[in-house]
């Protein structure tokens, strides 16, 4: 069963500004990664926190992880066109065996 | 090499054939996934291997059937499926299933369409 939740479903912005992406999920979890999709084709992982980490940074990547409200948010600064894509969250178990994916965010950025 | 290949990329299947999707990683992970996906839906999680062993099979009917001949390689076999069974595939592996920092490097999918 799914247990990440996204919000947006979708977001539109122009290049240059930045996108904001939020996720729930419901069940303790031992991480908690990003991923991105462009036109159905295979994911590429962007970042992972870890459940006793509270923020992360990779180049225009910002991620945010709150345990205690059970939500994470992704933040792309100054978007590119390119940054055009479906962005997943996804969470690890406890178990680690199984890795559950949120709705998608579908983050267009126009030129 | 950080690629996870999946072959074929496409795939047409009529319901009462019999077809495999391949999946192959050379990074010495030991996890291995497939996948579900229909369009502008998260993957869905199918199995997964541990060790070239089963360690999770989410409820999926037996039409779809995996193998693990060996630490590289992943199959799915494809047997009397629906129309509703058209979705893309992926496979995916990562270092250890039961570790902290398990990064999963995915591959491009099979698109496939059941007719």
């Known amino acids: 069963s799914q247990q990440g939740e996204e919000d947006p479903q979708a977001l539109s912005i122009q290049e240059g500004e930045n996108a904001t992406m939020n996720c729930s999920y419901k069940?303790?979890?031992?991480?908690l990664q990003w991923y991105r999709q462009n036109s159905g084709r295979g994911l590429v992982h962007l970042i992972l926190i870890r459940s006793n980490e509270r923020e992360k940074h990779s180049g225009r990547l910002r991620v945010t992880l709150d345990t205690s409200k059970k939500s994470s948010s992704l933040l792309i600064t100054a978007s590119r066109a390119a940054d055009t894509a479906s962005y997943f969250c996804?969470?690890?178990?406890?178990?680690?065996?199984?890795?559950?994916f949120g709705a998608g965010t579908r983050l267009f950025v126009k030129a | 090499d950080t690629e996870v290949t999946q072959t074929p990329k496409h795939l047409v299947m009529g319901m009462t054939n019999k077809k495999s999707l391949k999946c192959e990683q050379h990074m010495g992970h030991r996890a291995m996934y497939w996948y579900k996906q229909k369009a502008k839906k998260p993957p869905e999680l199918m199995f997964v291997y541990s060790y070239e062993k089963l360690s999770i099979n989410e409820s999926v009917p037996s039409r779809f059937s995996p193998e693990c001949p060996n630490s590289s390689l992943l199959n799915l076999h494809l047997h009397a499926l629906q129309p509703e069974d058209s979705a893309l595939y992926l496979c995916a592996s990562s270092q250890e299933p039961n570790v902290m920092n398990t990064e999963a490097f995915f591959g491009q999918g099979t698109r496939l369409t059941v007719v």
């Open positions: 069940t303790s979890i031992n991480n």
């Open positions: 996804a969470t690890s178990n406890t178990g680690g065996f199984k890795t559950i």
